[in-house]
């Protein structure tokens, strides 16, 4: 059983959060869920739906995976110090570290990233990319796993990544059996990526 830390912020993303928290979900016997942000209580989306928010960063953080999504919201929160020696601070106790979207700005302002190859949303490439320049940053790629870190391209790209972990994590047959349940199609190909060439990044 591996226990997922979601962090969420002022800004997240919904899909970023939710697409690979269903995946993950449904299998409840290898994963338990937590949301956590900097403050309990309703923490509003980019969209506008709050999450409601039940751990926070000053708890002890006893989870095996730490998972960091995008959103509007990791614009601000790259000169949020205390959030990024936090990501940094677990993500280096964690088994794993997951980022969809903008999140890789977060694990790239943090050191996280350092010399470990990574990718993010290719709308917002050239500003996620400017927050380091200690990364290796890919541009055609719908995720790219780099050890125990695991960085996916924009939002639904979420969901192909948290495939691809189930799929590291439990193989091949757990992650077709979550995506046959969610009636999803997944891009197993992990350098699928037409909007790296729509971006012209290709």
């Not at 697409?19 to 403050?39: D, K, N, Q, R, W």
Request: with cysteine; net charge negative.
């Amino acid at each position: 059983m591996r226990k997922i830390a979601a962090l969420i912020f002022p800004g997240f993303e919904l899909l970023d959060v939710f697409g690979p928290m269903e995946m993950f979900g449904l299998l409840s016997e290898e994963f338990t869920l937590e949301l956590i942000a900097e403050t309990r209580g309703p923490v509003p989306s980019n969209q506008g739906l709050s999450a409601h928010v039940t751990a926070t960063t000053a708890d002890e953080f006893d989870h095996d995976i730490l998972f960091v999504p995008g959103g509007a919201g990791t614009r601000r929160e790259v000169e949020n110090t205390s959030l990024l020696e936090w990501i940094a601070s677990v993500s280096g106790k964690s088994e794993f570290t997951l980022s969809v979207c903008t999140g890789s700005a977060l694990l790239a302002r943090a050191g996280v990233l350092d010399h470990r190859r990574a990718t993010t949303n290719k709308a917002a490439f050239a500003w996620v990319a400017a927050q380091s320049s200690l990364v290796d940053w890919v541009g055609k790629a719908r995720w790219v796993q780099d050890g125990k870190i695991f960085t996916s391209s924009g939002v639904s790209a979420g969901m192909d990544m948290a495939l691809g972990a189930i799929e590291f994590m439990h193989g091949r047959d757990r992650a077709l059996e979550v995506a046959k349940w969610c009636e999803y199609t997944w891009h197993e190909d992990r350098e699928h990526d037409p909007f790296a060439q729509v971006h012209g990044l290709i």
